[in-house]
């Protein structure tokens, strides 16, 4: 507690000069005041009311402590100040009206609205009496006064008597209290009541001053409130004197003196306690730019997880707790000495400012004091250069601390990252250089809480960011790149990089452990490198053709009309229709022999023509000679730089693409040359070997009938590897056979309506191979057969291979798919062995139900896998219903195999009672059986609901059961249910011994209760589970959470915590 109140005194230190009210307001009302005013003023404060003006003008001096020079000054009034305001009054009521010179005096009912220059609302003033001082400007007000309006609307000010310049704006109330809307750091509107013996509001410095003063969300009776002797509010600091805090009219908790900054301190301090680093202050300060991380807080679910939504985590709130007091102001902010106001219209930022705001640049240094991790110094900056296409960057801080009790970690640590980018036209930079004392030393140092909480102060832990987290490896990195196209050439440098891989580990000098970095790997450098391009293009250019069928019969045309106008008659009209003209349109009646004919007469079209466009594509041929070039180099080292190994590779390509006009002939040689190079320094043989390979890969094709061959093979293969202990050479040129021709076959394909058919075929001197197929293809059905014939080099005749036969359909009702296949090289025996089929179906009767089944069959229709499922979904007004069933099979006798159902039902949410009242539940059900091994048989249950009542409670419930003991159901291996039903009634014996022997077990459940109050809410969150906590057993843990919030101020809470360990209130 001592080093609490110490760190907040050393806090306060640079804060005691601060000024409670404007003097010069103070003077000029008790000047101007009349000898009644004057009485009611020394009644508010306690002093003697029965003197005469003079003796109760300079009884106040007194007691303001007012100087005869400040009382000499205030009657110089400079140049500047004397700039009128042309202000606007009109007298809406009043019982009495006197006027003499620059005085007008109004009694009874007095009603005054008023307007200024400087706002654009009207303001109003009610009294039982009211002085207008037309010289000096000043409204002085008695007697149930009210002032309310302006551009600050959701702020009225209530008193025994109230001061007014309306020059200035400035306000003073005697014994009164002011009422403003506001949101919370949770979002809520709250309405606020200020109430002191004098409250002084400066326009000039957006500041409001309490003597004696209470803030509490009710006028009457509060259950929360602070109440200070002094109170002072600018822009979102607070500071107070000697103030408590009471809950109801009981005092809990009590400063002496207590600043509370917002965001208007240059140095932006946060304080607070953390469970490991104990007490803490930061302090950051913006030396150009906007600092992004100010404000930034951790979240308590970062340490542990939340059970449910309605547990409302406030420890990630930054916003400021005095916000309820001042005017929304999004406007911009800058430091001015020690603190920040807002920018002035028109003011000149300077050069470096307005570059630094404009660019998204920023320089902060911060300060920081652990009790855990000692003093901490530290700069984050990042600056965007020439338009933005150079990017600088750089964070780090250093540390020291006096008693370090952390194994492995010195005194003082260290952690610095440098960043440096540019792109611009195609060229790409990168350098990264980070470095670490430590693997924690990031996680310590740069998760920075910058938020300023008041619950900080009353022993409430503070949460931390996990941006950073523990890493015990890093890299510095430099990487360019660089990409540029010359006509029909381009070069790419993918990347040109240096990296050294280093790696924190412990070592030991005199005793002493502590982390060092060690190089793991290098390369210096890494190149990456492409290029492709095109020597020769004779490519013809593809023609489009395009007939046109014309239909301007007049018949026709009326035909097509009358088709739109049936078309439109059904249709919804528009404002865009168009009229339709009687002359256009004449019906004709005839009967004749009883029969009724009508007649429809449409005028003929006169319109655009109606057409049909059909285009065709033609190419005309041509020749293209083109080339690709990849190389890679990786120059590697190991352990503290020693050079390990040297890698270079090199491959392209140079093609030549040749076709004939209108797809008759196509054809494409492509020679691929490889190079491969590497040197391995460090072994026990050093090694070094080149590799050389050239392949050519040779395409022609007959576009127009589908025909296409393709031959590949290694023309040349050189390998040389010399070591101290062996040397190899090999030097061959391809040959016909299969391990240099890769690939050398041919097919057709043509398609035939809804026909396809195709032919494949493999030469020599790779396995020959003959493969027809066919396929069919209409309205959703599809029917396909290949068949294939082997034939190996040693081989006379051909061989059978596998053949396949497959069907399919499907539309919006059912798909279905079925695949034979048969192989007949597995078939010697058995001629059933080389038989396998799939089928998969799909069936979908109705909206919502969905009906599945899936086979696979070996040999004689032995089950490889059989499913059958069925989902069903029904969404209704008041429930929604998904549930999914499947049941498996599997072996020669089709063995049940396993049983898997879940059903999930929610009911949407009923109000009634003028929908004040809510209710909504759901239920999640998930039943797995295994038939081979009933014990690894499981259910899972969860049910929740929430009832809620406006403005007044929710409850949230929630309930996860399991049972994974179903063979205790079995008698004689067979299933009984009765023993299961028998076993669920004893899972609800709470009293008994039937919960404990019940397989049915209650794996956790959730309670949260939220009771919501006029001024502050009730929490009651009880949670349950399985868990081992402490031993390798599987123990029951709850848990209880009460804790109480004021809405007008969430970060003022009470918390109390029970578990079953510790067996008392924390």
């Given at each position: 507690m001592l080093k609490r109140v110490v760190a907040v005194l050393a806090l306060m230190i640079v804060l005691m000069g601060l000024v409670f009210a404007d003097q010069s307001l103070l003077v000029r009302s008790i000047q101007t005041s009349s000898a009644e005013e004057l009485a009611a003023i020394c009644r508010a404060y306690g002093l003697d009311d029965s003197l005469a003006e003079n003796e109760?003008?300079?009884?106040?001096?007194e007691f303001f402590k007012v100087s005869e020079e400040e009382l000499e000054d205030d009657s110089e009034e400079s140049e500047s100040e004397e700039k009128q305001n042309a202000t606007t009054i009109l007298i809406e009521s009043a019982d009495q009206?006197?006027?003499?010179?620059?005085?007008?005096?109004?009694?009874?009912?007095?009603?005054?609205?008023?307007?200024?220059?400087?706002e654009s609302a009207e303001r109003t003033l009610v009294a039982d009496k009211v002085v207008v001082d037309l010289k000096a400007k000043l409204f002085e007000a008695s007697g149930s006064v009210s002032l309310s309006g302006g551009d600050d609307e959701e702020r009225t000010f209530e008193g025994d008597a109230i001061s007014l310049d309306w020059g200035k704006l400035d306000i003073i109330v005697y014994n009164g209290q002011s009422t403003t809307d506001r949101k919370n750091s949770s979002g809520t509107e709250i309405l606020?009541?200020?109430?002191?013996?004098?409250?002084?509001?400066?326009?000039?410095?957006?500041g409001i001053f309490f003597r004696n003063g209470t803030i509490a969300t009710t006028a009457k009776d509060p259950y929360w409130s602070i109440t200070a002797d002094k109170l002072s509010l600018s822009q979102n600091d607070m500071f107070v004197d000697r103030a408590v805090i009471r809950l109801g009219r009981v005092p809990i908790f009590y400063m002496p003196i207590f600043f509370y900054p917002g965001t208007t301190l240059s140095f932006n301090p946060a304080i607070g306690i953390s469970s490991d680093r104990g007490m803490f202050l930061t302090t950051t300060y913006e030396v150009y730019g906007r600092y992004p991380k100010l404000g930034v807080m951790g979240?308590?679910?970062?340490?542990?997880s939340s059970s449910d939504d309605s547990s409302e985590d406030l420890s990630d709130?930054?916003?400021?707790?005095?916000?309820?007091?001042?005017v929304d102001d999004d406007s911009e902010m800058i430091r001015d000495g020690f603190y920040y106001r807002p920018v002035k219209e028109g003011e000149d930022l300077g050069e470096l400012e307005t570059w630094a705001r404009s660019s998204g640049s920023y320089l902060a240094v911060f300060a920081d004091t652990y009790e855990s991790l000692g003093l901490i110094v530290g700069v984050d900056t990042l600056n965007y250069l020439l338009d933005k296409k150079l990017t600088v960057g750089a964070t780090g801080s250093m540390g020291y601390i006096a008693n370090q009790t952390v194994a492995n970690l010195q005194r003082f640590r260290y952690t610095f990252d440098f960043n440096f980018s540019y792109a611009n036209n195609g060229l790409k930079a990168n350098v990264k250089l980070p470095i670490l004392s430590d693997p924690y030393v990031r996680a310590d140092y740069l998760n920075r809480n910058t938020g300023f909480a008041l619950d900080a102060l009353m022993k409430s832990e503070q949460y931390f960011p996990t941006t950073f987290t523990s890493q015990t490896s890093y890299i510095w990195q430099a990487d360019?790149?660089?990409r540029k196209t010359v006509g029909n050439f381009t070069f790419s440098l993918t990347s040109l990089k240096a990296d050294i891989d280093y790696k924190l580990e412990t070592t030991t000098v005199d005793g002493s452990t502590f982390y060092e970095s060690n190089v793991v790997e290098a390369s210096l450098p890494y190149v990456s490198f492409s290029s492709e391009g095109t020597f020769l293009n004779l490519q013809g250019q593809t023609k489009s053709t395009t007939r046109t069928k014309d239909y301007t019969s007049p018949l026709a045309q009326s035909f097509a009309d009358e088709l739109v106008a049936l078309q439109n008659k059904d249709d919804e009209p528009s404002e865009d229709d168009e009229d339709v003209s009687a002359e256009d349109v004449s019906i004709e009646t005839t009967e004749e022999e009883g029969k009724q004919s009508v007649t429809l007469n449409v005028k003929a079209y006169e319109g655009p023509d109606l057409n049909l466009e059909e285009t065709t594509n033609s190419t005309a041929g041509g020749i293209k000679l083109g080339y690709t070039y990849n190389q890679t180099l990786d120059n590697s080292f190991e352990d503290e730089l020693e050079h390990d190994s040297f890698y270079t590779k090199i491959n392209g390509s140079v093609y030549v693409d040749a076709s004939a006009p209108g797809q008759w002939f196509s054809v494409r040689e492509t020679v691929k040359p490889e190079f491969n190079y590497s040197k391995t320094m460090i072994s026990t043989s050093p090694t070094t070997v080149d590799e050389f390979y050239l392949t050519s890969a040779f395409v022609a094709q007959i576009p127009k009938f589908g025909i296409t061959y393709n031959l590949t093979n290694k023309v040349y293969h050189h390998y040389n590897s010399v070591s101290e202990s062996d040397n190899s050479l090999t030097d061959r040129w391809g040959e016909w056979n299969k391990t240099d021709i890769t690939a050398h076959n041919a097919s057709i394909s043509k398609s035939i309506g809804n026909f396809t058919f195709g032919f494949y075929t493999q030469f020599k001197p790779l396995t020959e191979i003959l493969k027809p197929s066919a396929k069919y293809a209409r309205a959703g059905f599809t029917a396909s057969a290949d068949f294939s014939f082997k034939r190996e080099e040693d081989e006379e005749k051909f061989e059978k291979g596998e053949g396949n036969v497959n069907l399919g359909y499907s539309n919006s009702y059912v798909s279905f798919s079925l695949a034979n296949k048969y192989d007949f090289e597995d078939v010697e025996t058995d001629p059933w062995a080389g038989y396998t089929l799939t089928q998969r179906f799909t069936l979908i009767p109705f909206k919502g139900l969905s009906l599945t089944g899936n086979a696979s069959f070996e040999g004689k229709f032995v089950a490889k896998k059989l499913s059958f499922g069925a989902t069903y979904k029904l969404d209704t007004d008041?429930?929604?219903?998904?549930?999914?069933?499947?049941?498996?099979?599997?072996?020669?006798?089709?063995?049940?195999?396993?049983?898997?159902?879940?059903?999930?039902?929610?009911?949407?949410?009923?109000?009634?009672?003028?929908?004040r009242m809510d209710f909504l539940q759901s239920l999640t059900l998930a039943f797995n059986y295994d038939f081979q091994n009933p014990y690894r048989t499981s259910l899972t249950l969860n049910y929740s609901f929430t009832f809620k009542i406006a403005e007044f409670m929710d409850l949230k419930v929630s309930v996860n059961s399991a049972n994974k003991s179903f063979s205790r159901y079995y008698e004689d291996g067979v299933f009984n249910i009765g023993n299961m039903f028998n076993d669920l009634w004893k899972s609800f014996d709470f009293f008994g011994n039937g919960r404990k022997s019940t397989g049915f077990n209650l794996s956790s459940f959730s309670v949260t209760f939220v009771h919501y109050m006029r001024d502050w809410n009730?929490?009651?969150?009880?949670?349950?589970?399985?868990?081992?906590?402490?031993?390798?057993?599987?123990?029951?843990?709850p848990t209880i959470t009460v804790y109480i919030k004021w809405n007008a101020i969430p970060e003022l809470k009470a918390t109390g915590s029970w578990d079953s360990y510790s067996k008392e209130w924390t």
């Open positions: 109760l003008r300079s009884q106040l001096y009206l006197y006027s003499s010179d620059n005085l007008v005096i109004l009694r009874g009912n007095v009603k005054i609205s008023f307007s200024t220059e400087s606020f009541y200020a109430s002191g013996k004098s409250i002084s509001y400066v326009s000039g410095s957006d979240s308590a679910s970062a340490s542990k709130v930054s916003a400021s707790i005095s916000s309820f007091l001042n360019v790149s660089y008041l429930v929604d219903l998904n549930t999914t069933a499947t049941m498996s099979f599997k072996g020669e006798n089709y063995d049940k195999d396993a049983l898997n159902v879940s059903i999930k039902l929610s009911q949407d949410k009923v109000s009634w009672w003028k929908r009730l929490y009651i969150d009880a949670q349950g589970s399985l868990t081992t906590k402490y031993s390798s057993k599987y123990e029951w843990v």
